[in-house]
């Protein structure tokens, strides 16, 4: 298990219904944040970590993902020919050196379903999970997975997964993970003792919330076999993690540091959320962003 971890899965084949209509037909993990789509943020973060083998989990109405980052050489000539140095240097990101693989979930039954999906792809190495529809916001915003990676690797463990604090009146929305140290200190890797898939309100035993990136070693495909659909039919990715808590395996937290923040677009305020704050930042354009926003503050 000491071997570098090389290989990245993200699944992507969710409905997004709670962005219809933006999602009718296209990905929500296409949607446009700032300048580029969310996918393509997700990408940069994994092939910034060295992750050069990623496998993109896909479904119906999502070709996009697989458009974007192929090479379009039609495009390229144009954008040659009119010399436009700047939009050639845009597309950049797809000349990188990582390698693009592909599989379908015929129906999204759920995102333990989804990383399933990825047994034969890992073939007996640990990998990494990141979903598709969330960012991460950070002065470097590979580093949290990095560090999970190398804490991993050092500690043999069966997975780190990392945790955000949230409301203690949204943890129904979440997994919520119990650590066996109060207050969880950030950017280490804590002992996980329990974690539950939205709990029930006013149920839940942490406000550590699971947070979009996890680190695996091979164990959670036997545990992924192991795991019952919940009682709407879906495997749930948090069930397999119980089960290797409650095996004994080694499973930690990581609490993202203060300036380290996960953003989720898969609700249209945390969209929305999402996109202003990275406008707001964007190092080309966020200035006029900044003038407009203030602008319209008179307006509120
Ligand atoms: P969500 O549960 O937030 O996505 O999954 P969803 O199902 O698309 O959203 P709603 O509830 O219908 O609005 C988080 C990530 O896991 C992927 C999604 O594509 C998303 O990137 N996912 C989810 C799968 O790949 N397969 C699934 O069966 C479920």
Redesign the pocket.
């Known amino acids: 298990m000491t071997q570098p971890i090389t290989k990245a899965i993200i ?9 219809l209509p933006a999602t009718k037909s296209q990905p ?2 296409m949607l446009p944040v700032g300048r580029k789509p969310a996918m393509q943020y997700v990408v940069e973060e994994l092939q910034d970590a060295g992750l050069k083998q990623i496998l993109i ?1 896909t ?1 119906r109405r999502k070709q996009a993902i697989e458009d974007h980052f192929d090479t379009d050489p039609v495009l390229l000539s144009a954008l040659k020919q009119a010399g436009n140095e700047a939009m050639l240097a845009e597309l950049a990101y797809i000349q990188r050196d990582s390698h693009f693989f592909y599989t379908r ?1 015929s129906s ?4 333990g ?2 990383v399933a999906l990825g047994a034969k792809f890992v073939d007996g190495e640990s990998c990494v999970v990141a ?3 969330s960012l991460i916001a950070a002065p470097e915003p590979s580093a949290p997975l990095r560090a999970m990676m190398q804490a991993h690797l050092e500690l043999q463990a069966a997975a780190v997964i990392a945790v955000e604090e949230v409301p203690l009146e949204e943890t129904h929305r979440y997994g919520i993970v119990t650590v066996k140290r109060d207050p969880a200190p950030p950017g280490e890797p804590i002992p996980i003792a329990d974690i539950v898939e939205k709990p029930p309100r006013g149920t839940a035993t942490s406000r550590l919330a699971v947070a979009a990136r996890y680190v695996f070693s091979p164990l959670i495909f036997e545990a992924l076999a192991r795991t019952p659909p919940d009682e709407r039919g ?1 495997i749930q990715l948090t069930d397999a993690i119980k089960l290797l808590v409650q095996m004994g395996h080694p499973v930690y937290a990581w609490l993202f540091r203060p300036d380290e923040r996960r953003y989720d677009i ?2 249209f305020e945390s969209y929305f959320r999402t996109f202003i704050d990275f406008a707001l930042a964007d190092e080309r354009y966020g200035y006029l962003a900044r003038q407009y926003l203030k602008s319209k503050a008179y307006e509120l």
């Not at 699944?11 to 962005?19: E, K, M, Q, S, Y």
């Not at 999204?108 to 995102?111: A, H, I, N, Y």
């Open positions: 699944p992507a084949a969710g409905l997004g219904t709670r962005l929500k993990e989990i479904g979930q999204p039954r759920g995102l379903d989804a979903l598709g529809d879906e898969g609700n």
